[in-house]
Nanobody
Framework: QVQLVESGGGLVQPGGSLRLSCAAS????????MGWYRQAPGNKRELVAT???????NYADSVKGRFTISRDNAKNTVYLQMNSLKPEDTAVYYC?????????WGQGTQVAVSS
């Protein structure tokens, strides 16, 4: 099994920054895709950004130019640097690890953007 533990959420003012981290442990294979999804109240869970073990990235249009995803394969950790945060970025952010046909999820971390 795979365990994902997120950290770094919190309350920030509009225009501020936060950095999320997600550490994976367990039966992890080197070739996988890790990413971040988010879910706001009343909305479906949506993709924020993903990164493959080779470093290829994909971003939602709404966060391009503001968020940066990165990973440290030696530490099995993925990061999400969020800059220029907006109130509409408020959501629970979930870490995801995708391997072949299986998805693993973290417990989620709350990000609130408010003045």
């Amino acid at each position: 099994q795979v365990q994902l533990v997120e950290s770094g959420g919190g309350l920030v003012q509009p225009g501020g920054s936060l950095r999320l981290s997600c550490a994976a442990s367990g039966n992890i294979f080197n070739i996988n895709t890790m990413g971040w999804y988010r879910q706001a109240p009343g909305n479906k869970r949506e993709l924020v950004a993903t990164i493959t073990s080779g470093g290829s990235t994909n971003y939602a249009d709404s966060v391009k130019g503001r968020f940066t995803i990165s990973r440290d394969n030696a530490k099995n950790t993925v990061y999400l640097q969020m800059n220029s945060l907006k109130p509409e970025d408020t959501a629970v952010y979930y870490c995801n690890l995708h391997f072949i046909v299986t998805d693993y999820w973290g417990q989620g971390t709350q990000v609130a953007v408010s003045s």
